[in-house]
C-alpha cells in the first residue's frame, strides 16, 4: 500500500468509496487509483506527478516507496570538474519502480540536463578503468570526469572529453560511470528531496 498517497488522499477527503473522487480530480481511471491506493498496482511517476499536482504536495512525498531514489552527490561543470553538493542542494533522481537499485549515487550536469551514475562499489581497485569514462577524486577535491588514459605514477592521465584535452590528475579513486541519462528524454526525474 502506499502509505503516503492514503495519508495525502485522506486529508483532502479523497479515499471515500473506491477513490472515484480522488479519479476524477486527477483524471486517472477509477480502476487504476483504487489499486494505488491498496497498494494491488505499483504506481508509476506519471502517475506519482498527477497525484502531487491534484493533491498540492512535492512529488517526493507521493512516490511509492518501491520507486527508485538515487542520491545527487554531486554537480558536473561544463568544463567537467565537479563540485560537491552544498547542504541546502537536497535533489535526488528517481525512476519508475521496475528499474532495480543498485545502490548507484548520481551526478547531475545541470546546463545540460544529464544525469551520471556510478557505484562505489566498482571502482579503479576492483576494476579495469583505462579507456573508461569515470568519476575521478582526489584528496585536493580536484574532482573531475574523464577518461582514464593511464594510472601509472606519475603522471596519472585523463582524457577530459567536456573541454577536449588531456590532463595530468591526481587520482585516488576513480569509478565508471555506469550510466549517462539525459533528463528531458527519459524515465529518469529529478526531484527536490527532503531532510
Do not use: W
Not at 90 to 102: F, R
Not at 148 to 159: L, N, Q, V
Amino acid at each position: 500500500m502506499n502509505d503516503n498517497l492514503r495519508k495525502y488522499a485522506q486529508l483532502k477527503g479523497l479515499t471515500k468509496g473506491t477513490g472515484l473522487a480522488l479519479s476524477k480530480l486527477t483524471g486517472i481511471d477509477k480502476s487504476t487509483v483504487s489499486l494505488h491506493l491498496t497498494g494491488h498496482r505499483k504506481m508509476t511517476l506519471d502517475h506519482a506527478r498527477k497525484y502531487a499536482e491534484s493533491l498540492d504536495v512535492p512529488l517526493i512525498k507521493i512516490i511509492d516507496d518501491k520507486s527508485v531514489k538515487y542520491p545527487v552527490v554531486g554537480y558536473v561543470n561544463d568544463d567537467g570538474t565537479v563540485r560537491m553538493r552544498s547542504e541546502n542542494e537536497i535533489e535526488v533522481v528517481v525512476t519508475d519502480n521496475h528499474i532495480e537499485s543498485s545502490g548507484n549515487y548520481c551526478l547531475i550536469q545541470k546546463s545540460v540536463n544529464v544525469a551520471y551514475f556510478y557505484n562505489t562499489k566498482i571502482s579503479c581497485e576492483n576494476c579495469e578503468v583505462i579507456k573508461e569514462y569515470c568519476y575521478i577524486k582526489n584528496k585536493k577535491k580536484q574532482n573531475l570526469l574523464g577518461d582514464i588514459e593511464s594510472t601509472i605514477k606519475p603522471p596519472k592521465k585523463s582524457f577530459n572529453r567536456h573541454i577536449g584535452k588531456n590532463v595530468n590528475i591526481d587520482i585516488d579513486i576513480c569509478y565508471p560511470i555506469v550510466s549517462i541519462h539525459f533528463l528531458n528524454h527519459s524515465r529518469v526525474f529529478k526531484i527536490q528531496g527532503e531532510y
